[in-house]
């Protein structure tokens, strides 16, 4: 596996020229994605371009000082796969959130409240379900780039936080929640993805022909490793787009607010259940009073149990979307 895209540094002079290069292009392009966001951008003259250029150069030689003091830096492999899935998420938020007459730039802000609200919900659950492991060095809680995150622990913590912001806003939460839930699916695969470089979330042994050794994993619940081992990272980021296509067909035709989201949760759960018999991890942990069922099998049928009747009652309700 790749759980390290690229050492940077130390770097010379002919990388801290591409750098420059790259930073002056990205100012660039993002003025006319600022304007399409609803942000007054001024007019390029030659006094802007050359304070770019010269924000460019001051960017890169700070870089370049503190990669060749501390570095190298590792570019984690894992952390990069969430921004990339944060990033991809965010933009359908944006598309489809246009679509629906909401500002573009309130999904940005959106965002960053169920980021943060996710990280820190996905962490503590995986630390509480895992602290025979941290509570000798419980400083390694921080360290989100060796991976472990839960995700029901990250919807819990990005529902709260998504709260927050609709009410500090004056949005509708359930609203929200439908925009954002194609976008979560779509996200949600290149997270997978992470998790699959790093070398985490693995599976049982296989004689598949598709099964993958992992040659930097970490022993989870007596996990054989350096031996064919069902990539369900891969499974998990397949199936979310198979999510995102659901959600995408029927992002218009669901009858109240708040179902798309909830069609969400059902759809994750459901695959989250069956694909519990197949992953090592904490959450594949057998439960101390149900040894058939999983840790992350029970929650899945909560969260099933949850969405399904939460939906039953307000499509009795009746009213308006």
Known sequence: MCPVFVRLGPVDIGGALIGVLAVFTFMLLWRPAARKLGEEVPELTPVRVLTLLLASVVTVVLAVFLINRFGPVEVKAYGTMLVVGLTVGTIWCIHDGSRRGHEPAIFIDFAIYALLGGILGARLLFVALDWGSYSGHPQSVLALWEGGLSFHGGVIGAVLAALVFAKRYKKSFLELADIASPGLALGYSFG?????????????????????????AVTQNGTPLLVPLHP???????????????????????????????????????????VEELRYGVTAAPMPHLPAFTQGQVASVLLILFAVLTMFLTGRRGGAK
């Open 192 to 216: 997978r993805l992470g998790c699959f470089f790093n070398g985490c979330c693995y599976g049982v042994p296989t004689n598949l022909p598709w099964g993958v050794i992992f040659p930097h």
């Open 232 to 274: 369900t990272q891969i499974y998990g980021s397949l199936a979310s787009l198979v999510i995102f296509a659901i959600l995408y067909l029927l992002r218009d035709s669901t009858t109240r607010r708040g179902h798309l989201f909830f069609t969400y949760i059902i759809l994750y759960s459901g695959y989250r259940f069956f």
